[in-house]
Each structure stands twice: as structure tokens, then as C-alpha cells.
């Protein structure tokens, strides 16, 4: 493993930006007092940038915000009595729709299987392509970006920004500035007011929403989440990749030196100097230390640093050094997507070999599988009902005047379908037991639950006189619905009095 | 006070002149944020000490308390359930158990006032107690279990001093010499032999002549009982005051007979018709 660690990520970021960094520390026994630890913010002001990868890193901000933002509006044709909304988290009568699945509040381990699933798509992606996911896929990334991308249209940009913030405030740069946050702000509340169209019925909510009929819950919520993404994609920007996010100290571990990452091409590169047009390459480096690769970075650190915590792989400084090189008349990727372990090959001119397949990679496709068939299972079985059998506590059971001993139970069956549903109830496990509903004692156990709910209904189990009950014994209930198929039980005890 | 002022390398800050372990602190001003989110927190509670109720005997220039709020919340649910409590106390008994509405706001308004003013005696899920306290459960009624006979019976309890309520009286056959002591033993032996439990043939065949001359007139020749009377079945399993031979002799040698209150006066019309739709779901309602 040649991956630094974070803490010496950490103390090369100064060198990101030599500009405006601290001054280096002296060397030790100089006698001068130590400098601070405490290090404030470097501002960052990434530079624009043309090339591939550029081009890739819109389109999937375009993917992504099409998906973010389309995904409420999609119809799905569940009949007349559920809601039609393809992805719908249904709060109030507490049912979540993801197309064809539906899921009660009782069934959220299909949400942890699905959370699962993702974070080992995250581990397989990771350890074949590192930190793609934090350059391409992350929100954090996605709207930061687009955030800068307004930034720039408003503000110009590297040199432009730059400039304008050293000067005093102006017309000019306060109309700049306010149009910038105008803008932002827009964004944010576009995208708070999008998330709640997941809660609620999107295409009619979304009237009502605009002309401020929503409820003060609504409201609440679009403005938190106006203010976090203002806040994070608009202030924050990369400290919350360095600083806020866990994910990077995770990616650490599941990085090797067959992932395919961003890499500076040390081999290639090193000696680094300035560069004369029409002057020889010979006894020197292709980089030309323009600092390209660092004005471009979105956390403004220098790839050239090998790889560090802040780098979220997203392969702008690549672009930036290809335009470099074509510049110059070099080879082009003197930073490039490779391996750590080809680098060295080639540093040494051996063979560059791509391995895919690994033990952690084969591990997480294996996973990845497994998970995937265990929920595919577990929804294809998914019953379409329930039963679930509350024994009275007080009193645990009742004499009769008979002599018959009885115990009280209440019984909730749900009905997990879209139609009405007549269920017949019954007890298995205690000879002689009857049982009979508390309200109407002669008719048959049978039980109507309406679609998509649960009916609840007390029913006893008597046992006649003198049968030699146990003080308790295991009984069984069942529900079988009458139009067929399903059938769902639950185990309970019955109580009697000490012999 | 420390007597130089002494500036600290790093920060240029000036020390407080102290020294702790050779550690020395910095002599920093409270952060200006902090500091006015500080005054901002004095002046809010002097404001709540002028507004709300916060020294004793000084109520606030608001008027606020905590129960005048409660009473408030109170008197709006009352409102709010009001014209339920009035259809129910407009419409009789039978038909509040026959609409499903009705029946199920009775039935969660009775399991409140049930909780409030029976289960002391009867039990918290109406399972009743030892010594004269019935189980509302089970199906054995002493003054009957259809709905009109709880609602009565709720109304004006049994032997209380309302004019209407239900009352009977057992003599006491023992303790008022109407009966020996032997003849108890008899008849005690023939009450057991009612619902099969009795051990000595003799002494029950020698209570059965008894049996017919002092209690078939409450209790029936086969001691089955009549809820008119309210004279309970002894030829059932359910025995309020105990089901062995010596518990049915006390009986006999005291008479027995337990007090309920009349609940007319305490509970109004509605609740005690919610009480009833209440009692009588409980499982052995006729």
C-alpha cells in the first residue's frame, strides 16, 4: 500500500495553495516559536476546465438532477384505491411505494436490505474505480458544482473572483454578489421543494405548494432543506467532503493499489520545472509546474501530493493537464485514471496489468448477489396477509358458569391487498377448544378486513368443563382467507386455573 | 492581580499572570458571539419573570398558568365530544349499542369511566375480587346481564340507599338461630351436591328437606337462582364467596350480601350508558 495516510494528507494541503497558506514551520531549534495548529480556511476558487472528463462529470449532473427531480412526477397504476404515484413515502396512512413493492411500517428491513445493497455497490465501485461516486454521484458534489456553475456565470471565473474579492465593495461586485445568492437560494428551495413531492401526491400537492396552501409542516421542511443546501453546496462546499463527511476516512480502507484512481504520473513528471517553448525535454520532467491540476481542484489540493484524503476523484485536474500537455507537446495523461500498482511498473518498465478481479472485488459481487437474491425472495413471498394475537391480561382467564374455562384475545389481521378480503379464523393445538368472536358468539369465526387494512376483532377460546387443560398450553391461530391462497398464523398460550 | 503584564509568544495575547504545572492561561475575551447570546439569555428570563408565573405569589403580567391551560384544553375537548354525549343520552340504551358510531364511543368513553369508578372494586379488566366483588367477565348475572339490567343496576346499585335500587336480603339462618349448626352442615353438603362437588350422600340427602323449606323460595328447588330476586345460581362453578363447604356454610350462618353504590347521583346519563355498553361487551353480556 503506497496511500498516504490522512494526516499526512493532512499537512500537505498547505502546499495546495502557496499563495495564501501559512508559512511554512522553521526548522526545529530555530529558536522562533512554533506556529499555531490551528489553520484557517483556505478559500478555494477552482478554476474552469475543458476535456472528458468534464464533459462525463455533466452528464452525470444532468442524470442526476433529471432523476432527483422526475422521479415524483412518474405514475404507477396501482387501481383505484391506492395512490398512483410511482415513488411515494406515504407518512400519514403509513405506507411507502417503490413501483410495484409496497411496504407497512412493520416491513422497513426491505429499506435496510436496500440500504444495504447500495453501500456494497459502494464498495465494489470504490474498489475498482476509487472515490467515483464522491466526483460524480455524491449530492454533495452534484449540487456543489452546479452551485459553481452559477458562480461562474455571475462572477467570472478563477482570476475574475479572485480579483473582485480582494477589492472594495462596489456597485458592481454587490449586485454580483447578491445576484449569485439570489440564484443559490433559488436553487435550494427548488430542490427542498422537490423533496417533498417523495411525501406527498406530487401532481396535486405541488399547486397548492406554490400558492402557499401547504401546512406549516411543509413549509418547515422546505425551508431546512433550502438552508442545508444553500449552506452545504453554496459555503461549505468542500469542507464537508474533509471535514463533515465519514465517507472519505471509510474509502481509505477500501481503496488498494489495484484501484483504478486519479494518479499523477511521478515517473513522467518529476523533475518538475518551468518549461521554455523550443527548449530540449531532455534531463527533466514533463511537468511543467504550471499549477494547472491545482486551480482547478473543487478542494483545491495538488494531486501531485500522491493520494490524500481530500482528493474526491473526480478527474478535473486531469483534463486540466491534458490541455497542458497538448500545450506543450507532450503525451497526453501525465494524470491520468491508473493504478497504483502500474505506475510503479511503469515507473520501473515493467508491464502495466489491470486486476479487476481480486479477492475484495470477487467478495463484494458475491455479497452484492446474495443480498440481492435474499430480497428478491423475501418480496416475491412477501405475504398478502398478517396475523397478529394480543392475549388478555386481566383477567388471564375466566370461569364460566358452566365450568368452562375461557381466554380473550385480540386479533388483527392485516389485509395486504387491494380488495376486500373475508378471512376464517381458527385454533389449532388444544382439543376441545372453541372459538368463538365476542361479539357475536354464534356465528362462524369469519372476519372481513377492507383493502390495505387491518381489522381487529376480540374473540374468545373456550374450553369445556373438566377437559384437563394444562395450566398452559401452546395454541395456534390461523387466518385463512376464503377466496383462497393466503393463510397466515401466530402462536399463543392458553391459560387455565391450578389444578 | 499579577504585577506585569505578560504577553504570550505565540498568540501575542496577554496571560493572566497565573501558572498551573507550568501551564499558563491565556487571558482571552469571551467571544463576542457568545457574549451577547449570554445578555440575550438574561433578558429573556427577566422578561419570563415579568411575564409568566415564576416566584411564588407573583402570577405574571400574562395571567398564564399551566392550570388554567389544562382546564382550557378541558373545556374545548368537552365541547368537542358534547353532541356525542347527547345523542347518546337522547337514544335509548338498545339502539346505542346497535349503531356501530354510537357503540364504539361508548365503548372507549365507558373503558375510561370504567377505570375511573369501578375497577377499585371490580378489577381493572372486570375480573372482580374475593368476598362479595363480581367478575362482569364471566356469564353469570345475579341481577341479570342484559343491557337494560346493567344500565339499572349501574343506576342505583344494589342495596344503597337509593329508592330504586336492587336489594334482597339472605336471612341470616345461623347467627339468627333459625337453623343449627348441623343443619347448615347439611344444607352446605346438599349446595355442593348441586353442582356435583358434594363427598358425604347422607348429610346432602338430609340438607335436601332442609334446602326445600329455607332457600328454594329465593334460590329455586334445583338452587338455580332468580336474577328477579337477585338470589345467585348454586348450581353453577361461579361462587362469589367461595365455592368450599365450609365458605357455603358461613354464608348460610351469616346471609351474604354485597353493596354497590348507586352511580345516578355521581354519573351522568350519558357516561353511565357508555358504562353499560362497556360492562356488557366485556364477555358475558346477554
Known amino acids: 500500500m503506497s496511500i498516504p495516510s490522512a494526516a499526512a494528507a493532512s499537512r500537505a494541503r498547505p502546499a495546495a495553495a502557496p499563495a495564501a497558506g501559512p508559512p511554512n514551520p522553521p526548522p526545529p531549534g530555530s529558536g522562533a516559536p512554533p506556529p ?73 428491513y426491505y429499506v435496510t436490505g436496500l440500504l444495504i445493497l447500495a453501500a456494497l455497490a459502494l464498495f465494489l465501485a470504490t474498489s475498482l474505480l476509487g472515490r467515483v461516486w464522491c466526483g460524480y454521484a455524491c449530492p454533495q458534489t452534484v449540487w456543489t458544482d452546479l452551485f ?100 472519505p476516512r471509510i474509502q481509505g480502507a477500501l481503496l488498494d493499489e489495484n484501484s483504478i484512481v486519479v494518479t499523477y504520473r511521478n515517473w513522467r513528471g518529476e523533475p518538475r520545472g518551468k518549461h521554455k517553448l523550443g527548449t530540449e525535454w531532455d534531463g527533466r520532467g514533463d511537468c511543467v509546474d504550471c499549477m494547472q491540476c491545482v486551480v482547478v481542484c473543487p478542494t483545491g489540493i495538488d494531486i501531485r501530493d500522491g493520494q490524500q484524503l481530500e482528493c474526491i476523484g473526480c478527474g478535473l485536474c486531469i483534463d486540466a493537464c491534458n490541455g497542458v500537455m497538448a500545450k506543450v507537446g507532450r503525451p497526453p495523461n501525465l494524470i491520468g485514471w491508473d493504478t497504483l500498482a502500474n505506475q510503479e511498473a511503469r515507473a520501473s518498465g515493467r508491464k502495466a496489468r489491470y486486476r479487476l478481479w481480486r479477492p475484495r472485488t470477487v467478495l463484494y459481487v458475491i455479497l452484492i448477489a446474495i443480498t440481492a437474491m435474499v430480497m428478491v425472495a423475501a418480496l416475491s413471498s412477501r405475504a398478502s396477509v398478517e396475523l397478529t394475537v394480543q392475549r388478555d391480561r386481566n383477567p ?29 379464523l381458527s385454533v389449532d393445538g388444544l382439543t376441545g377448544a ?58 399463543s398460550i392458553f391459560l387455565a386455573p391450578r389444578k | 492581580m499579577p504585577t506585569k503584564i505578560e504577553k504570550d509568544a505565540v498568540t501575542g495575547r496577554s496571560t493572566t499572570g497565573h501558572e498551573w504545572d507550568g501551564i499558563k492561561e491565556l487571558n482571552t475575551p469571551l467571544p463576542r458571539w457568545w457574549l451577547y447570546v449570554f445578555y440575550a439569555c438574561i433578558a429573556w ?16 403580567v400574562l395571567g398564564w398558568s399551566r392550570r388554567a391551560e389544562l382546564a382550557e384544553t378541558m373545556q374545548a375537548e368537552r ?12 337514544t335509548p340504551i338498545a339502539a346505542v349499542d346497535r349503531s356501530p358510531e354510537l357503540r364504539d364511543f361508548a ?86 351436591s348441586l353442582s356435583g362437588r358434594s363427598t358425604d350422600g347422607a348429610a346432602a340427602a338430609r340438607g335436601s328437606a332442609i334446602f326445600a323449606d329455607n332457600c328454594a323460595a329465593c ?68
Open chain 1, 36 to 108: 499555531p495548529l490551528y489553520a484557517d480556511r483556505v478559500k478555494v476558487y477552482p478554476k474552469a476546465v475543458q476535456g472528458r472528463w468534464r464533459q462525463v462529470k455533466w452528464a452525470l449532473l444532468t442524470v442526476c438532477l433529471a432523476i432527483y427531480y422526475v422521479v415524483p412526477w412518474l405514475r404507477w397504476d396501482r387501481g383505484p384505491l391506492a395512490p398512483d404515484q410511482a415513488v411515494l413515502i406515504d407518512l400519514d396512512a403509513g405506507r411507502a411505494y417503490f413501483l410495484w413493492i409496497e411496504i407497512w411500517p412493520e416491513e422497513v
Open chain 1, 148 to 247: 459553481m456553475l452559477v458562480e461562474r456565470l455571475i462572477e467570472g471565473d478563477r482570476n475574475a473572483r479572485m480579483r473582485r474579492d480582494k477589492q472594495p465593495w462596489s456597485a458592481d461586485k454587490v449586485a454580483r454578489k447578491l445576484a449569485k445568492h439570489a440564484v443559490w437560494l433559488l436553487i435550494a428551495a427548488v430542490t427542498g421543494g422537490a423533496w417533498i413531492l417523495y411525501f406527498v401526491d406530487a401532481p396535486s400537492s405541488f399547486g397548492p405548494i406554490l400558492h402557499g396552501e401547504g401546512s406549516v409542516a411543509t413549509y418547515s421542511f422546505i425551508a431546512l432543506f433550502t438552508t442545508t443546501t444553500y449552506l452545504l453546496a453554496g459555503w461549505a462546499r468542500e469542507q464537508v467532503c474533509t471535514y463533515m463527511c465519514p465517507w
Open chain 1, 396 to 424: 388471564l382467564f375466566v370461569t364460566l358458569a358452566d365450568g368452562s374455562i375461557r381466554n380473550g384475545y385480540t386479533v388483527k389481521v392485516s389485509n395486504k391487498s387491494w380488495e376486500p378480503q373475508t378471512f376464517r
Open chain 1, 434 to 491: 372453541l372459538l368463538s368472536l365476542a361479539d357475536a358468539p354464534d356465528s362462524l369465526t369469519d372476519l372481513s378486513a377492507r383493502p390495505d387494512a387491518v381489522a381487529t376483532r376480540r374473540v374468545f377460546v373456550t374450553v369445556p368443563a373438566d377437559s384437563s387443560v394444562a395450566e398452559s398450553s401452546s395454541i395456534v391461530f390461523r387466518a385463512r382467507r376464503q377466496a383462497g391462497g393466503d393463510s397466515a398464523s401466530h402462536d
Open chain 2, 45 to 60: 428570563s427577566v422578561g419570563y419573570y415579568v411575564f409568566y408565573p415564576s416566584l411564588p405569589w407573583v402570577h405574571g
Open chain 2, 79 to 90: 365541547e368537542r365530544i358534547r353532541p356525542m354525549l347527547e345523542r347518546i343520552r337522547a
Open chain 2, 107 to 192: 365503548f372507549a368513553g365507558g373503558r375510561a369511566a370504567f377505570a375511573d369508578n369501578c375497577a377499585p372494586c371490580h378489577g381493572a379488566g372486570g375480573a372482580g375480587a374475593k368476598g362479595g366483588f363480581p367478575a362482569l367477565v364471566d356469564d353469570e348475572w345475579i341481577w341479570g346481564g342484559d343491557l337494560a339490567a346493567i344500565e339499572r343496576t349501574i343506576l342505583y346499585g344494589v342495596r344503597s340507599s337509593h329508592p330504586d335500587t336492587r336489594a334482597s336480603q339472605m336471612p341470616r339462618f345461623g347467627a339468627d338461630q333459625i337453623l343449627t349448626a348441623a343443619q347448615i352442615a347439611d344444607t352446605a353438603e346438599h349446595v355442593l
Open chain 2, 219 to 286: 334460590h329455586g328447588p334445583a338452587g338455580r337462582g332468580n336474577v328477579e330476586l337477585g338470589s345467585p345460581d348454586l348450581a353453577d362453578r361461579i361462587w362469589l364467596f367461595g365455592s368450599d363447604k365450609a365458605a357455603i356454610a358461613h354464608s348460610i350462618h351469616l346471609g351474604r350480601g354485597g353493596v354497590m353504590p348507586a352511580w345516578n347521583t355521581r354519573l351522568d346519563e350519558a357516561t353511565i350508558k357508555m358504562l353499560t355498553v362497556y360492562v356488557h361487551s366485556l364477555g358475558g353480556g346477554r
